[in-house]
């Protein structure tokens, strides 16, 4: 592995912990529906808990992850190398793919999560009296697990291509052709065509055709 995958693979690891310790810790310090306490009768007071800003931290950890994956990789459609074969082509679309419904999923649940472990959750339901909001468990676990299967594919989505583009066998999508054989190329050689049978006069003297008259 070449110092350039090497060092991506280290970071997005360190940022793949760091977002699992904080969500398994945001999950474990989300506020509970035993933690409110009700100072009037429409009125919640909640404790201060951590959950929010650990759920921040494992979001950015995540987006952070991401954004680097992908500014070394680029889109499907726009690829910042050559393509490899058509079989890891496959895996890695695949992997591109699931990867980015994962990260959208992760997101959405750490913010969302984050948002309800801010200390604000009042609400009047149709009989006019209120409830507190609070998180239901596994939001914050369901996000972590979500948020590490989308750096893994994305991560294998990374090795494939960078794979590719240190291969010598392809070459931007397409298998190298291998060198053929040098063969000579020449004209064929036949032997020269026969020159024309010429006949020289024959000079007579006048003498030898007058003999051959008397004999």
């Known amino acids: 592995m070449e110092r350039k995958a090497l060092l991506v693979c280290s970071v997005v690891t360190i940022l793949g912990i760091l977002m699992v310790a904080t969500g398994f810790a945001a999950e474990a310090t989300r506020t509970k529906l035993n933690h409110v306490t009700i100072v009037a009768p429409n009125m919640c007071k909640y404790p201060r808990s951590p959950a929010m800003g650990l759920g921040l931290t494992a979001a950015l950890a995540l987006l952070f992850a991401q954004i680097m994956m992908k500014a070394l ?90 794979s590719a583009k240190n291969d010598p066998s392809t070459v931007w999508g397409n298998p190298a052709v291998p060198p053929q054989a040098n063969i000579a190329m020449a004209q064929p050689q036949f032997p020269p065509p026969p020159a024309p049978r010429t006949t020289d006069p024959v000079f007579v003297h006048e003498d030898t055709y007058m003999r051959r008259q008397f004999t």
């Open 73 to 162: 990789t680029g889109c499907i459609c726009c690829l910042r190398g050559p393509r490899p074969p058509a079989s890891k082509w496959r895996t890695a679309v695949i992997c591109f793919t699931i990867s980015w419904i994962a990260y959208v999923i992760a997101i959405l649940l750490f913010l969302t999560g984050a948002a309800l472990n801010s200390g604000w959750g009042e609400r009047s339901n149709h009989f006019g009296s209120y409830e507190c909001y609070v998180l239901k468990p596994g939001v914050f676990a369901f996000a972590t697990i979500a948020g590490a299967a989308s750096l893994a594919l994305g991560l294998f989505y990374f090795l494939i291509l960078n």
